[in-house]
């Protein structure tokens, strides 16, 4: 669904270049639109073109000799206008307005070839052929645009208004038969397009909303099976042992690990008590986490409504942890060191991290031990797009605040 | 005076019980007098005098599980303890924000994950004991980042000092960072929990609500 709402953006023009012109990598497509948005891009160019080699024969054949006809003039103007008017909108808003698509009908289909025929060229229907043909390119577009049998009724008025022209001009039952022929079929065929095209459109977006579905469950699978792996690691195998027996569970060492196994699930609890379970910040933190735990510190955790950020911000964020948690560990003189991480409510998709310690802190005014650590931080978060704050004072502590986006 | 706290520990799970009984049978100034898996139990079974003097008293603090086997709700079960005279400590092993945030508006003293050192728990029973109330960081985080309806608007300082004192610094040290003295940084924690407390009360008439705005200072001018 939000892919579709991205869609809805593309103008025709840009969707039907593409169609034309090939398109390149997912991101083109995406651009491009679903199915259905691509079929009607592209009867909007058929039609347009159908209705130019029309307007080219009312310009070119018509204006040089007959300048003096009163309806030539003024009515290829007309049909101009209406056609700029049609496809300028159907273009820029990647679809034909059906209002204008009427007054299509009613002034280049009915009104045109009815003056052509009544004015100058009443003695020869040669004369207001170039009227007649874009009729037939009204009862195209008029057969794609319009809904249920409207575009059976189109035809009819338009045969029904361009006969009086051909019995002014008291033109052969041929050629009559041709003109009406033609209006049938371009309307027939326009429409049979159009259908074809919209069938194909949706069987598309069902196959695309089906492999994005499965995408989508193939990874919600893949993390389950991480979380169970990284269970059968940690909890089960401690479990398993202290069940087995014969295990003191006053050691200190036994003590550690199972600290170190409900601190996990505790984690685990933490980030799917969300709405969504955050895939990249939440994995990168962890893994900061756990690799601080191998050093032998303690970490509380806490997590609240964690966005979801692109992988190379939740990266420099999971890096930037590990490095504050190292520096807790070589410098503090503490073994416990304090993460949370919350999503900012005001920016959308932000986040902040802190992690802070209880240790021996340092003397901004003197020295900075935490230098090191200041510019490895900081490196990080700004490459991605982020900040880092270092703060601290002597026996205070040392608060580390990464935001990202900056 | 150094009078000693008494203590009793509701919570389904035995292990803890047995875990606590231990963890606190070392701690001076503390002694723990009854276990019960429900508030019923403790309730029925009054603490034994062991000094054989007199009626069964409340308790000092009562730890209480968050969430009990038996289906009772946090808030029915705090009243009927805070009913009873004790003071109440709420510990759980996830912090479940919504319900920590209830409990302490239905008039807990304070609440702590059960991963804590021993020294911050007795330090709790301490402070809860003597009637000051305790913080902890994980309570201030439930508070700093409650999204339910009812939560109590806070000044900007008030959020600051929650926010910091959450992420983990020391009350010490979030205050220096808020410029302000420790004392002063306490005053807002605690103004905090008044606040959530009197979100937690019923207000039934025009003169009560005139009342409650005279005190959350709603009506300054």
């Known amino acids: ?22 398109m390149r990598g997912a991101q083109d497509r995406a651009r491009l639109g679903s199915g259905i948005q691509r079929a009607q891009a592209f009867m909007v160019l058929a039609t347009l073109l159908y209705r130019a080699s029309h307007l080219v024969v009312g310009v070119l054949a018509v204006v040089p000799e007959r300048l003096g006809d009163p309806t030539a003039c003024p009515g290829t103007v007309a049909a101009l206008a209406v056609s700029a008017l049609v496809y300028g909108t159907a273009l820029r808003d990647g679809w034909f307005d059906r209002r204008y698509v009427w007054a299509d009908v009613l002034v280049t289909g009915c009104l045109l070839p009815l003056a052509a025929a009544a004015s100058g060229g009443a003695r020869e229907p040669g004369a207001f052929a170039w009227a007649m043909l874009l ?22 008025v338009l045969v029904a208004t361009n006969l009086p022209g051909y019995l002014l001009a008291r033109a052969d039952a041929a050629v009559v038969t041709g003109h009406v022929n033609s209006l049938v079929w ?24 089906r492999a994005v579905t499965a995408e989508a469950h193939k990874a919600r699978y893949a993390e389950r099976l991480e979380h169970h792996r990284a269970l059968h690691d940690t909890v089960l195998a401690t479990l398993t042992a202290l069940a087995g027996g014969g295990i003191d569970g006053n050691d200190p060492r036994v003590r550690a690990r199972c600290a170190q196994d409900a601190a996990y699930l ?59 948690l190292n ?80 | 005076m150094a009078a000693v706290i008494s203590v009793a520990v509701v919570d389904d799970d035995r292990m803890l019980l047995d875990g606590m009984a231990s963890w606190l049978g070392g701690v001076p100034g503390i002694r723990l007098v009854a276990v019960s898996t429900t508030v019923d139990g403790l309730l029925a079974a009054a603490p034994a005098p062991r000094d054989g003097a007199g009626a069964a008293a409340p308790c000092d603090v009562v730890l209480l599980d968050l969430r009990l086997r038996d289906g009772s709700l946090p808030r029915d079960n705090i009243r009927r303890l805070l ?43 301490e402070d809860i004991a003597a009637g000051r109330g305790a913080h902890s960081p994980e ?74 705005a005279r005190e959350d200072g709603l009506d300054v001018y």
């Open chain 1, 135 to 156: 009729s037939t390119s009204a009862s195209a577009v008029a057969a794609v645009a319009l809904p249920g049998l409207w575009p059976v009724v189109v035809v009819a």
């Open chain 1, 186 to 209: 371009s309307a027939l065929i326009a429409w049979v397009f159009w259908r074809y095209l919209c069938r194909q459109g949706c069987q598309l977006d069902e196959a695309t909303e």
């Open chain 2, 83 to 125: 009913g009873a005279g004790s003071r109440v400590l709420v510990i759980s092993t996830v912090p479940d924000r919504a319900r920590v945030v209830e409990a302490l508006r239905a008039g807990a003293d304070g609440y702590l994950t059960k991963d804590n050192d021993l020294s911050t728990l007795v330090a709790a029973v």
């Open chain 1, 327 to 406: 520096n807790v560990h070589r410098h503090a003189g503490t073994g416990h060191a304090y993460v949370t991480a919350t999503g900012q409510p005001d920016s959308g998709d932000g986040v902040t991290v802190t992690v802070v310690d209880r240790g021996s802190g340092f003397d901004p005014e003197r020295h900075v031990p935490g230098l090191g650590l200041r510019s490895s931080v900081h490196g990080r978060m700004a490459e991605a797009g982020g900040a880092a704050l270092v703060e601290g004072a002597p026996d205070e502590g040392v608060r580390v605040e990464l935001r990202w986006p900056r």
């Open chain 1, 1 to 22: 669904m939000g892919a579709q709402a991205e869609f809805v953006g593309v103008s025709g023009v840009q969707g039907w270049a593409r169609a034309l012109w090939g």
């Open chain 1, 266 to 324: 505790r984690r685990l609890v933490e980030q799917t008590s969300g709405s969504e379970p955050r895939r990249e910040i939440g994995a990168a933190l962890e893994e900061a986490i756990r690799s601080a735990e191998s050093l032998g510190m303690r970490v509380t955790a806490r997590f609240h409504d964690l966005p979801a950020v692109p992988p190379k911000a939740a990266g420099a964020v999971g890096d930037a942890v590990r490095e504050a």
């Open chain 2, 139 to 212: 309570l201030a985080f439930a508070w700093a980042h409650d999204t339910g309806p009812e939560r109590p608007r806070l000044s900007p300082r008030e959020e600051q000092i929650l926010l910091d004192y959450a992420s983990g610094m020391t009350l010490h040290s979030a205050a220096r960072r808020a410029g302000i003295s420790a004392a002063t940084a306490k005053d807002y924690l605690d103004r905090v929990k008044t606040k959530y407390r009197q979100a937690g009360r019923p207000a039934h008439t025009k003169i009560e609500l005139a009342r409650r």
